[in-house]
């Protein structure tokens, strides 16, 4: 049985996700599937190994023996996949597809670091998450890193790090906005059809604000860039221009005093970016380094 990794990391997974119908996700597999692979081996070591709750799943006392185990073994191939890439000698110049947010200014902070964990070249397109994973499918690029997920056939998506969406201005403005605030300023806003918006709107409604759309809105854009230049530009001595965008878009604005954050009462506007491939690609071994190494980040 410890030949067969695949249903070791079934197990694995399943723990980790501390779901059964995660795991499924988060794999590129049926339910079913890893219902049968996680019966095989509690058959196999005629002991059950989780139980399953209405919140989760827990190990029993063979489980968490077999969970030690698995990791070691885990750890073990993480390290001689290391080696393996070593033999692969190959030049490719591995291709990401990102959403603005994450691509030009998430994504480069890693992509020296990618570089040497596969020893090749890295390059990124910037698109609108659709259409990465439409460039996915048609296999001209990579991996796709976008703001929600868009379930097509083929496809695995994996959730990747956590963003926020906030409030901003080149004025300071309160730690936690009133309706009436957001309806005295002046507003960048994003394109109707923005996730970004769609988070926004979702929010204001859960505090019982009025829609965005009865803003002052200015002016429009869908780019953050252009978003965040037409705010820094924008005139202090006036009433204050706002608009929103993710919080690691403007982090080095923050930083520097140039640009302010403000939030919303009661509520963090908080998503989950996504990494996604082929499925038919989940055991290529560019694909699992670079997976490894994005999933071990915590931003």
């Known amino acids: 049985m410890l030949s067969d990794f695949t249903k070791l990391n079934t197990f694995l997974t399943v723990v980790k996700e501390k779901s059964f119908s995660k795991a499924s996700a988060k794999l590129g597999i049926s339910q079913p599937a890893v219902t049968q692979q996680m019966r095989y081996l509690e058959n196999?070591?005629?002991?059950?190994?989780?139980d399953r709750k209405k919140?989760?799943?827990?190990?029993?006392?063979?489980?968490?023996?077999?969970?030690?185990?698995?990791?070691?073994?885990?750890?073990?191939?993480?390290?001689?996949?290391?080696?393996?890439?070593?033999?692969?000698?190959?030049?490719i110049t591995f291709v990401f597809g990102a959403s603005n947010a994450i691509g030009n200014y998430i994504?480069?902070?890693?992509?020296?670091?990618?570089?040497q964990k596969i020893d090749n070249d890295v390059s990124v397109t910037v698109s609108l998450s659709a259409e990465a994973i439409e460039k996915l499918k048609d296999k001209k690029i990579d991996m796709a890193l976008i703001e929600s997920p868009i379930f097509e056939d083929g496809v695995i998506y994996r959730e990747w790090i956590e963003d926020e969406i906030v409030i901003f201005s080149n004025q300071r403005l309160p730690r936690r906005v009133k309706d009436e605030d957001l309806q005295s300023y002046k507003w960048v806003c994003r394109d109707p059809n923005s996730h970004t918006r769609g988070v926004f709107k979702e929010?204001?409604?859960?505090?019982?604000?009025q829609d965005c759309d009865t803003f002052n809105i200015v002016s429009e854009a869908s780019s953050p860039t252009a978003i965040v230049q037409t705010i820094l530009h924008s005139d202090k001595n006036d009433t204050p221009t706002c608009s929103i965008v993710s919080s690691h878009v403007i982090s080095n604005?923050?930083?520097?005093?140039?640009?302010y954050e403000a939030r919303l009462p009661d509520v963090k506007m908080k998503r989950k970016l996504y990494l996604a491939y082929l499925k038919e690609r989940k055991h290529d071994a560019f694909i699992e380094t670079v997976i490894s190494y994005l999933m071990g980040i915590k931003k």
């Open 44 to 50: 196999y070591l005629d002991a059950p190994i989780v």
């Open 203 to 209: 929010a204001l409604e859960q505090v019982g604000f």
């Open 253 to 259: 604005f923050v930083d520097q005093g140039v640009l």
């Open 55 to 91: 919140n989760g799943i827990r190990l029993t006392k063979e489980g968490e023996k077999l969970y030690a185990i698995a990791q070691k073994i885990e750890k073990v191939i993480a390290n001689s996949e290391k080696e393996l890439l070593k033999i692969i000698d190959k030049d």
């Open 107 to 115: 994504l480069p902070t890693f992509l020296n670091d990618i570089k």
